[in-house]
């Protein structure tokens, strides 16, 4: 948790200020300085005693207490000065501006760990090492242009690289977006994205407190802790859009399984976001234009009128909002009569509605009241720029009037940002956002209106299987589990297998030869792809096949027996699972066989899994049409197969050893979903969860 003196300090000490401001102790000095901290404001400078009009210490033992010091110095010197801060000056706070750290080398990284042993000896909180600093309504400690406009309405933004937070800064306020606080983590060596999320989401006030948090993320070291404080938030009525930057090279491992192959970070990523519930983006203008879409009316219909003076963007946006399952209603009828009327010849109302090239304020003014007043519009979309032959402040005026008055939003898509470039600064000044780019403005607002959040699974597994399952995986060791372990280990977590018997010698094939149900399947055990060796024999339909096929599959290189099941037939779909690292296991579903990294057509979803959320899981394939029957084909038992889903959800929850899971294919019919085929390894460096940590962000 971020301490107090951090958040809100009465007293800071720039260690390392001067008066060069463009140094970034000088900076963070001026920055202070000309954005008004109202506590008392220290230097430490062996050379000076005055800087900046500031009373300078020469040595640091001769400061008095302090809440908060902001260190500007070289890493060598960083261990000591804050020794002294903390055991002689009861400072608390720290913001660590100084590169050389574990960014750097090994020799960095051990001075990083001694500044957090002493830091959390002391019971104080730092940001950095490596960063640029924060920013709150109490003060501007960063060392960084611009100061972003605070407003306690505006959003949080957390980042973990300063220049980011920068460039996002400054791209913001070029269409009106405020903030509330800003966040930089640098090395994150004790404070990273999860703590401030914790911070934020235990000191939100509603009705107070910023709604919109944006965050670009380099690491997430702590995803349990990051999935509890976001999926908080957002159940107090917050909206999070975040980017996530890289991979982890764990999750880009070869793996020798379908499920490994496919889950890589990525997937991860993507699935913890899901389940929190945040709006994820993939560059910074995508970013700050969901947030300005964020801090816009909310409405929960999708049906937009478009209306311009300038066909072509127009154009454009009805192709992104109707690509991407958004409405462009048509305006028929007595509304369309009552428009034509106020408008010139020419104009269109169909919607897009376009007044011409020549339309003016009152023309909006009256397109923009019957849009509001039609129960077939849900919110507008104004595109209005300029070609410099006349003033547009009194369009501007009209647009600025009835976003406020507005009960449905109303988007301002302003893209002359030469021609009217005072009118549309006077239009921001009033609180307003002009969006610049009709396109990335469609599809950021596609992004935020296709959004949608699912029930999070909240009881625990069903324990009567509790004891048998662990019984069976702590009699086994790593690695892959033999198939008749596996296959009761699904059977116990209640999953329908066709049971395989395994035959490793002639005498064992004879005696099942008169045993079996023709016609069956032979496997062979041993190759981990089975395909891949020519492993697998379908329709053998008799006692001579049988043999030859035994005989046959025996000679596979690595070959140690075959496997006999019956011959079911059905739709293959597939369900599987990983483990990577800390996060908590990802399930995938699609279709099964070689389809699945072919197509790679899948489903993914962290655990714990829904039954709402397995439906979406399905639903979501492209090939959800072929599952639910298409053209007189048969559909299989979607249910079924979200039950099954779930039940592989509870197993992991039961049993977090298992690092990789492969259910392909399963035979699915109408009425019965069968696995046929299973391969689960078990790794112990897997982090254990406790019994309810899976879920403790519920």
Same mark, same amino acid.
């Given at each position: 948790?971020l301490h107090s003196k951090l958040i809100h300090p009465e007293?800071?000490?720039?260690?390392?200020?001067?008066?060069?401001?463009?140094?970034?102790?000088?900076?963070?000095?001026?920055?202070?300085?000309?954005?008004?901290?109202?506590?008392?404001?220290?230097?430490?400078?062996?050379?000076?005693?005055?800087?900046?009009?500031?009373?300078?210490?020469?040595?640091?033992?001769?400061?008095?207490?302090?809440?908060?010091?902001?260190?500007?110095?070289?890493?060598?010197?960083?261990?000591?000065?804050?020794?002294?801060?903390? #055991?002689?000056?009861?400072?608390?706070?720290?913001?660590?501006?100084?590169?050389?750290?574990?960014?750097?080398?090994?020799?960095?990284?051990?001075?990083?760990?001694? +500044?957090?042993?002493?830091?959390?000896?002391?019971?104080?909180?730092?940001?950095?090492?490596?960063?640029?600093?924060?920013?709150?309504?109490? /003060? *501007?400690?960063?060392?960084?242009?611009?100061? &972003?406009?605070?407003?306690?309405?505006?959003?949080?933004?957390?980042?973990?690289?300063?220049?980011?937070?920068?460039?996002?800064?400054?791209?913001? #306020?070029?269409?009106?977006?405020?903030?509330?606080?800003?966040?930089?983590?640098?090395?994150?060596?004790?404070?990273?994205?999860?703590?401030?999320?914790?911070?934020?989401?235990?000191?939100?006030?509603?009705?107070?407190?910023?709604?919109?948090?944006?965050?670009?993320?380099?690491?997430?070291?702590?995803?349990?802790?990051?999935?509890?404080?976001?999926?908080?938030?957002?159940?107090?009525?917050?909206?999070?859009?975040?980017?996530?930057?890289?991979?982890?090279?764990?999750?880009?491992?070869?793996?020798?399984?379908?499920?490994?192959?496919?889950a890589n970070s990525d997937v991860f990523v993507d699935t913890?976001?899901?389940?929190?519930? !945040?709006?994820?983006?993939?560059?910074?203008?995508?970013?700050?234009?969901?947030?300005? !879409?964020?801090?816009?009316?909310?409405?929960?219909?999708?049906?937009?009128?478009?209306?311009?003076?300038?066909?072509?963007?127009?154009?454009?946006?009805?192709?992104?909002?109707?690509?991407?399952?958004?409405?462009?209603?048509?305006?028929?009828?007595?509304?369309?009569? *009552?428009? %034509?009327? #106020?408008?010139?010849?020419?104009?269109?109302?169909?919607?897009?509605?376009?007044?011409? *090239?020549?339309?003016?304020?009152?023309?909006?003014?009256?397109? %923009?009241?019957?849009?509001?007043?039609?129960?077939?519009?849900?919110?507008?979309?104004?595109?209005?720029?300029?070609?410099?032959?006349?003033?547009?402040?009194?369009?501007?005026?009209?647009?600025?009037?009835?976003?406020?008055?507005?009960?449905?939003?109303?988007?301002?898509?302003?893209?002359?940002?030469?021609?009217?470039?005072?009118?549309?600064?006077?239009?921001?000044?009033?609180?307003?956002?002009?969006?610049?780019?009709?396109?990335?403005?469609?599809?950021?607002?596609?992004?935020?209106?296709?959004?949608?959040?699912?029930?999070?699974?909240?009881?625990?597994?069903?324990?009567?299987?509790?004891?048998?399952?662990?019984?069976?995986?702590?009699?086994?060791?790593?690695?892959?589990?033999?198939?008749?372990?596996?296959?009761?280990?699904?059977?116990?977590?209640?999953?329908?297998?066709?049971?395989?018997?395994?035959?490793?010698?002639?005498?064992?094939?004879? /005696?099942?030869?008169?045993?079996? !149900?023709? &016609?069956?399947?032979?496997?062979?055990?041993? &190759?981990?792809?089975?395909?891949?060796?020519?492993?697998?024999?379908?329709?053998?339909?008799?006692?001579?096949?049988?043999?030859?096929?035994?005989?046959?599959?025996?000679?596979?290189?690595?070959?140690?027996?075959?496997?006999? #099941?019956?011959?079911?037939?059905?739709?293959? +779909?597939?369900?599987?699972?990983?483990?990577?690292?800390?996060?908590?296991?990802?399930?995938?579903?699609?279709?099964?066989? +070689?389809?699945?990294?072919?197509?790679?057509?899948?489903?993914?979803?962290?655990?714990?899994?829904?039954?709402?959320?397995?439906?979406?899981?399905?639903?979501?394939?492209?090939?959800?049409?072929?599952?639910?029957?298409?053209?007189?084909?048969?559909? !299989?038992?979607?249910?079924?197969?979200?039950?099954?889903?779930?039940?592989?959800?509870?197993?992991?929850?039961?049993?977090?050893?298992?690092?990789?899971?492969?259910?392909?294919?399963?035979?699915?019919?109408?009425?019965?979903?069968?696995?046929?085929?299973?391969?689960?390894?078990?790794?112990?460096?897997?982090?254990?969860?406790?019994?309810?940590?899976?879920?403790?962000?519920?």
């Amino acid at each position: 948790m971020l301490h107090s003196k951090l958040i809100h300090p009465e007293s800071i000490v720039v260690v390392g200020g001067s008066d060069n401001i463009h140094s970034p102790g000088g900076r963070v000095l001026k920055n202070l300085l000309d954005h008004q901290f109202e506590g008392d404001l220290f230097v430490v400078n062996p050379k000076q005693d005055m800087v900046q009009g500031v009373r300078s210490y020469n040595d640091i033992n001769d400061l008095p207490e302090v809440d908060l010091a902001i260190i500007a110095i070289a890493a060598k010197y960083v261990v000591e000065a804050v020794r002294v801060l903390t #055991q002689k000056k009861n400072t608390k706070g720290f913001i660590i501006f100084s590169a050389g750290f574990s960014e750097k080398d090994e020799a960095g990284a051990l001075l990083e760990k001694e +500044i957090v042993k002493l830091l959390d000896k002391a019971g104080g909180s730092f940001l950095g090492p490596n960063n640029i600093g924060m920013i709150n309504k109490h /003060y *501007a400690g960063v060392f960084t242009t611009p100061i &972003p406009k605070l407003d306690e309405k505006g959003v949080d933004l957390i980042s973990g690289s300063g220049a980011t937070a920068v460039f996002i800064i400054e791209a913001a #306020q070029s269409f009106g977006l405020t903030f509330s606080s800003v966040y930089t983590v640098g090395n994150s060596a004790q404070i990273g994205v999860e703590e401030i999320l914790e911070y934020l989401d235990h000191s939100f006030e509603k009705g107070v407190s910023s709604k919109v948090k944006l965050l670009y993320i380099e690491s997430i070291k702590d995803p349990l802790k990051f999935l509890r404080h976001t999926t908080s938030l957002i159940a107090k009525g917050c909206k999070i859009a975040a980017i996530k930057a890289g991979s982890s090279e764990e999750g880009n491992r070869a793996a020798s399984s379908h499920t490994g192959a496919i889950a890589n970070s990525d997937v991860f990523v993507d699935t913890l976001f899901k389940k929190a519930g !945040i709006i994820r983006c993939f560059g910074r203008n995508e970013l700050i234009t969901v947030a300005g !879409i964020l801090q816009q009316k909310e409405t929960a219909g999708k049906n937009i009128a478009i209306i311009t003076h300038a066909g072509g963007p127009a154009v454009m946006l009805t192709d992104v909002l109707s690509n991407n399952g958004l409405k462009i209603p048509h305006i028929e009828g007595k509304e369309s009569e *009552a428009l %034509l009327d #106020q408008l010139f010849d020419g104009s269109s109302v169909s919607n897009p509605i376009d007044f011409l *090239a020549t339309g003016n304020a009152g023309q909006l003014k009256a397109i %923009l009241e019957v849009c509001e007043s039609s129960p077939r519009i849900d919110a507008m979309a104004v595109i209005f720029g300029s070609p410099g032959l006349t003033a547009v402040d009194d369009v501007y005026q009209v647009l600025n009037e009835r976003i406020k008055s507005s009960e449905k939003p109303i988007y301002a898509v302003l893209p002359s940002v030469v021609n009217v470039k005072d009118e549309i600064q006077v239009f921001l000044k009033k609180g307003n956002i002009a969006f610049q780019d009709e396109v990335l403005f469609g599809q950021a607002l596609a992004k935020v209106y296709n959004h949608a959040s699912v029930s999070i699974k909240t009881e625990n597994p069903d324990p009567k299987f509790s004891t048998e399952i662990r019984k069976l995986i702590d009699a086994l060791p790593d690695g892959y589990m033999p198939t008749e372990a596996a296959v009761t280990l699904l059977e116990t977590a209640g999953v329908k297998f066709a049971v395989p018997l395994q035959v490793k010698n002639e005498a064992k094939l004879n /005696y099942f030869a008169n045993t079996v !149900i023709f &016609p069956v399947v032979l496997k062979v055990e041993g &190759p981990l792809h089975k395909s891949d060796v020519g492993g697998v024999i379908l329709n053998v339909s008799n006692k001579s096949e049988l043999h030859d096929g035994f005989h046959k599959l025996m000679q596979i290189e690595g070959a140690t027996s075959v496997m006999i #099941q019956p011959m079911i037939k059905g739709k293959e +779909i597939f369900i599987g699972a990983k483990k990577e690292t800390n996060y908590p296991h990802v399930i995938l579903c699609g279709l099964g066989g +070689i389809f699945v990294e072919v197509l790679k057509d899948i489903s993914a979803s962290m655990i714990p899994v829904s039954e709402e959320e397995a439906l979406k899981m399905i639903t979501d394939l492209k090939a959800a049409p072929i599952l639910k029957g298409i053209r007189g084909q048969a559909s !299989i038992n979607i249910k079924l197969f979200a039950e099954t889903i779930v039940k592989i959800s509870d197993l992991l929850t039961l049993v977090p050893e298992i690092a990789e899971l492969d259910l392909n294919p399963l035979m699915a019919s109408e009425k019965d979903l069968t696995a046929v085929d299973v391969r689960i390894r078990l790794e112990r460096s897997v982090k254990k969860l406790q019994p309810n940590e899976t879920n403790e962000f519920v």
